[in-house]
RNA sequence: GCCAGGGUAGCUCAGCGGUAGAGCAGGGGACUCAUAAGCCCUUGGUCGGGAGUUCGAUUCUCCCCCCUGGCACCA
């Protein structure tokens, strides 16, 4: 059972600010984002926290092609990720930006801590590196011909000294971990499939972690607090994302009541960085901290969106503008499509037909006309008058919004959005089978009439609650239309919450149609 | 090479031992409160291929093929 008083932290991966948010970013977020207004319905505390990886090579080398210090070029890419979240309507609670104060002194304070509890140590190791390229090659960059090609220049074999974190010596206790929280109330990865294959990997796990790079090579990252001539790299940075924010401090003796108010996290992550930064390396690093077992967090690892069946990527230039298409065609059709047309951890392919296809089917069609016809019959009949009767859909109604709780609590939106879907539809069909067009030509009817208005009121207001995480705007606007003004929540999908003699308001299409290409 | 996910109607998917299902799209019809929406009916599939177990397999077993991901290896 959900402990309901405690806070609900959920937080996504952070996008790396090296260019434009594409629609996997977008997706991340609106699936976080449903999963935390759920939860905020139920009137479960939440922190919602997200943001932006600035730091690193890739970052420093774009920033110096464009002649912009890394500082301004970052600034500029996340300005364009916030805007993206602000026009998508993602709710969070708290915005994680790597380049914050608050996040070096905490990454600092990790890495002093571990340095000094024996975690860490510096070796001398050598590889190829591409001049060009300033950076380190690894096997995978050889071609078939076991040459480094063109693209990388000169190579040079070097050696240099670095810092690494003893990752190898928490191989067996993660083992265990995975095993023992496999398949228990409370698993380590979700969905299933994807902590044995975590396990796998983590079975053939050898060696250390590197964290660390020169400053002769990088300039732009997080200082090491013992050795002023090296920067983290990426793994301590990046991942601390996660408790820096949630006011984690490092120092020995900390007070901690408050991290500990928002830990652990739900860590919403691509299928991409499960294995190895956040199945591994995060959660070592936990432990060598001095995190329980019980304080890990819980991996939710989600697909991806394919184009045509092709992965998205650059080189394809099938890369999904995702502020285009909440420009195009509204938030709340993009947020609809991206909720209902995924599994929960499975991949599917991205259509932008199929985007018209439900917003016209399912919002405009069946919600939205549905919203309109029965404010417009209370308003021809009654002058938009209710009057409180029984319904024999009460007991469908509250059965779909409890299966709708049933698969937010287990993270698939999709499912969710099939059980709000069914009962637009029933109410739909109830229309058909009562012509209310009929009964209000016969005055013994009105009874009658006045049983269905009702049913198709209350229906849609508990409707707009469980559009609520959804498209929350469309959901308030839904209910603006009915006048129904309280707060949502779970516990307002109970039946029979609108009063006898409740006015509706004026009819207002919600959700135009999106006129398709022939 | 090893591990995992997927391969079911035009599209997106559910089913997972008893002679194939939903939504959308397509076709037909009745209605009119409504965003030319909604409702009813309907066309459509040798359930990736092959073998086996079984009275019976989409569903279980084995082999193979294709797509996706992880790990490893070669170079």
């Given at each position: ?91 969070h609670d708290a915005w994680a930006a790597t380049t914050e104060p608050v996040h070096i002194r905490c990454v600092q304070g990790m890495l002093q801590r571990l340095w000094d509890s024996g975690h860490f140590y510096k070796d001398k190791r050598g590889g190829h590196y591409s001049v060009r390229q300033e950076q ?168 991806w969106w394919n184009i045509a069946g092709a992965k998205m990527s650059k080189s394809l230039g099938n890369i999904v503008d995702p502020a285009a298409l909440a420009e195009k065609y509204g938030p709340a059709a993009l947020r609809w499509y991206l909720l209902a047309d995924i599994a929960t951890g499975r991949d ?83 229309v058909e089978e009562t012509a209310p067009w009929k009964l209000a030509k016969d005055e013994a009817q009105a009874a009658q009439l006045d049983g269905v208005l009702y049913t198709l009121s209350e229906s849609l207001r508990i409707l707009s609650i469980l559009l609520e995480p959804f498209i929350p705007e469309q ?44």
């Amino acid at each position: 059972m959900t402990d309901m008083a405690r806070t609900f932290s959920i937080t996504t991966a952070i996008d790396y600010t090296n260019g434009a948010p594409h629609i996997g970013h977008a997706y991340e977020k609106v699936l976080t984002d449903a999963i935390a207004r759920h939860r905020r319905l139920r009137g479960q505390p939440v922190f919602f926290l997200t943001g932006v990886d600035q730091h690193g090579q890739k970052v420093q080398q774009s920033a110096q092609k464009l002649g912009l210090e890394p500082k301004a070029f970052v600034d500029g890419i996340t300005a364009q990720f916030l805007a993206l979240w602000s026009k998508l309507g993602i709710s969070h609670d708290a915005w994680a930006a790597t380049t914050e104060p608050v996040h070096i002194r905490c990454v600092q304070g990790m890495l002093q801590r571990l340095w000094d509890s024996g975690h860490f140590y510096k070796d001398k190791r050598g590889g190829h590196y591409s001049v060009r390229q300033e950076q380190f090659l690894t096997e995978k960059e050889r071609g078939p011909d076991g040459e480094f090609g063109p693209e990388w220049g000169e190579v040079v074999y070097i050696e240099e000294e670095n810092y690494y974190f003893k990752l190898a010596e928490h191989r067996d206790w993660l083992l265990g971990l995975i095993d023992s929280r496999s398949k228990s109330a409370h698993p380590l990865v979700i969905p299933e499939f994807r902590a044995a294959e975590l396990r796998n990997a983590v079975e053939k796990l050898s060696g250390d972690l590197c964290i660390s790079r020169p400053k002769s090579r990088l300039t732009w990252g997080i200082e090491m607090p013992f050795d002023p001539g090296f920067v983290t790299y990426v793994w301590f940075d990046a991942l601390s994302n996660y408790i820096s924010f949630a006011g984690y401090d490092p120092s020995p003796g900390a007070d901690l009541s408050t991290f500990q108010s928002l830990w652990p996290a739900v860590h919403v992550i691509g299928k991409d960085i499960l294995v190895p930064p956040h199945g591994i390396y995060w959660l070592a690093m936990l432990r060598a901290l001095g995190f329980a077992d019980n304080e890990m967090p819980t991996l939710l690892v989600h697909g991806w969106w394919n184009i045509a069946g092709a992965k998205m990527s650059k080189s394809l230039g099938n890369i999904v503008d995702p502020a285009a298409l909440a420009e195009k065609y509204g938030p709340a059709a993009l947020r609809w499509y991206l909720l209902a047309d995924i599994a929960t951890g499975r991949d599917a392919d991205f259509s932008i037909e199929r985007l018209e296809q439900r917003y016209n089917a399912e919002l405009a069609n069946n919600i939205g006309n549905l919203l309109n016809r029965t404010l417009n019959m209370t308003r021809r009949y009654r002058g938009g008058t209710l009057k409180k009767c029984g319904s024999p859909l009460a007991g469908f109604v509250s059965e779909k919004a409890k299966a709708w709780d049933a698969a937010m609590e287990s993270y698939q939106p999709h499912a969710a959005i099939e059980a709000a879907m069914e009962i637009a539809v029933r109410c739909n069909a109830h229309v058909e089978e009562t012509a209310p067009w009929k009964l209000a030509k016969d005055e013994a009817q009105a009874a009658q009439l006045d049983g269905v208005l009702y049913t198709l009121s209350e229906s849609l207001r508990i409707l707009s609650i469980l559009l609520e995480p959804f498209i929350p705007e469309q959901a308030a606007a839904m209910r603006a239309q009915l006048n129904w003004t309280a707060e949502p929540s779970t516990a307002a999908t109970e039946w029979g919450l609108l009063p006898d003699g409740h006015q509706l308001s004026e009819p207002v299409p919600l959700f135009p149609r999106i006129e398709l290409q022939p």
